[in-house]
């Protein structure tokens, strides 16, 4: 009996001595969360595991350096493309496009249409800059005020990718001329790319000093597809248009030749303020700019636009008179450079006008 007691003592006190036994599982847990001073150290990681954070973290580092860098690559390369379409020239040029079909439309302006000339506008005009840019790419890169172009920096390779932006953008703009508007607009936006890479880029700009003269023309049929846009022929606003953007285009280009003749020389380009003497140059310049801001005020006479082109043509052509004058008693590489940016503003303000005078018709 006593070692049977005995033994059921020891059971007993191993009993209580249970977690869940006599003080039940609330009070267990409590114990069970107690700190019993044990650690639970991880495994020590392999060589190999030990080596794996350090490979990811290079790998991702090297991933966002490469995405990085093709971003810039694509922002570059978007940049080069932009400026190889000479937006700045192009946004003249949709001018004299525009004020062509609201001279010839006046307020019969027809919305959508005006987009469709816009847009195949654009691209004509940046397609013939793109190829002009292919094309004079080895003259750009002796001259200082072109050589950092994309093409002379080789920003751009192969070079013939430019040639076929050019290409395209012309095919976009015959295109959406010719089927969104007419074969006429078209014709004319065809025959502008035609002379400007053609007739000047190809053929005389190297060769002959009446290079930008005759050259001039491929300015002048903005206007022409204009008027065609607006009633498929060609109107007598546009045709004036046409010839004042004609006279302007060598005072304009010459001033800018003046200034860089040097840069001029060195390129072995015959433009005229590079092959005449300074005094020449500068009375062909002088005379060139008035002739173009007295047919604009002569263009009263034709019935064609009233008073409020009237009173544009008279301001802003005794303002570029007077810069001419003051180049022709003090000529300089600066008071050509300021002939050279007021007659851009001129030409804007004068087919500002245009367009003013054919909306309002104030009689004279």
Same mark, same amino acid.
């Given at each position: 009996m006593d070692s049977t007691a005995?033994?059921?003592?020891?059971?007993?006190?191993?009993?209580r001595s249970w977690p869940f036994a006599v003080q039940g599982p609330?009070?267990?847990?409590?114990?069970?969360?107690?700190?019993?001073?044990?650690?639970?150290?991880?495994? #020590?990681?392999?060589?190999?595991?030990?080596?794996?954070?350090?490979?990811?973290?290079?790998?991702?580092?090297?991933?966002?350096?490469?995405?990085?860098?093709?971003?810039?690559?694509?922002?570059?390369?978007?940049?080069?493309?932009?400026?190889l379409m000479k937006l700045r020239i192009d946004a003249l040029l949709l001018l004299v496009a525009a004020a062509g079909y609201v001279a010839t439309s006046r307020t019969a302006v027809d919305l959508p249409r005006f987009g469709l000339l816009m847009a195949a506008g654009l691209l004509g005009a940046a397609g013939a800059s793109a190829t002009n840019h292919y094309l004079d790419r080895d003259l750009d890169a002796v001259m200082r005020r072109t050589r950092?172009?994309?093409?002379?920096?080789?920003?751009?390779e192969p070079p013939a990718h430019a040639l076929a932006f050019g290409v395209g953008l012309l095919g976009l703009s015959l295109a959406i001329a010719g089927f969104g508007l007419n074969l006429l607009t078209a014709a004319m936006i065809g025959l502008?790319? #035609?002379?400007?890479?053609?007739?000047?880029?190809?053929?005389?700009?190297?060769?002959h000093v009446s290079n930008i003269v005759i050259g001039g023309l491929a300015g002048s049929c903005p206007a022409l597809a204009g008027s065609a846009a607006a009633a498929n022929s060609i109107s007598l606003p546009a045709v004036l248009i046409a010839v004042l953007v004609f006279l302007w285009?060598?005072?304009?280009?010459?001033?800018?030749?003046?200034?860089?003749?040097?840069?001029?020389?060195?390129?072995?380009?015959?433009?005229?303020? #590079?092959?005449?003497?300074?005094?020449?140059?500068?009375?062909a310049i002088a005379g060139s700019t008035a002739i173009a801001a007295l047919a604009s005020i002569a263009f009263i006479w034709t019935s064609a636009f009233d008073a409020v082109y009237l009173i544009v043509a008279i301001g802003s052509s005794a303002v570029l008179l007077g810069l001419?004058?003051?180049?022709?008693?003090?000529p300089s590489p600066e008071t050509a450079w300021a002939g050279y940016r007021f007659s851009g503003i001129y030409l804007a303000a004068i087919l500002i006008g245009m367009m003013a005078d054919a909306i309002l018709r104030i009689p004279l």
């Open positions: 005995e033994t059921e003592g020891v059971a007993s006190r191993d009993y609330q009070s267990a847990l409590r114990r069970m969360s107690r700190p019993s001073g044990l650690r639970l150290v991880p495994p #020590a990681p392999s060589p190999r595991e030990a080596n794996q954070p350090q490979k990811s973290s290079f790998a991702n580092k090297r991933l966002r350096v490469l995405a990085d860098s093709a971003r810039r690559v694509s922002a570059v390369a978007f940049s080069d493309f932009l400026q950092t172009r994309p093409l002379p920096q080789h920003r751009i502008g790319y #035609a002379i400007y890479v053609g007739v000047y880029t190809i053929g005389l700009k190297r060769t285009t060598p005072g304009h280009f010459w001033a800018l030749a003046y200034r860089g003749r040097e840069d001029y020389r060195r390129a072995h380009l015959p433009m005229l303020p #590079a092959v005449w003497n300074d005094r020449g140059s500068v009375v001419t004058v003051k180049f022709l008693a003090h």
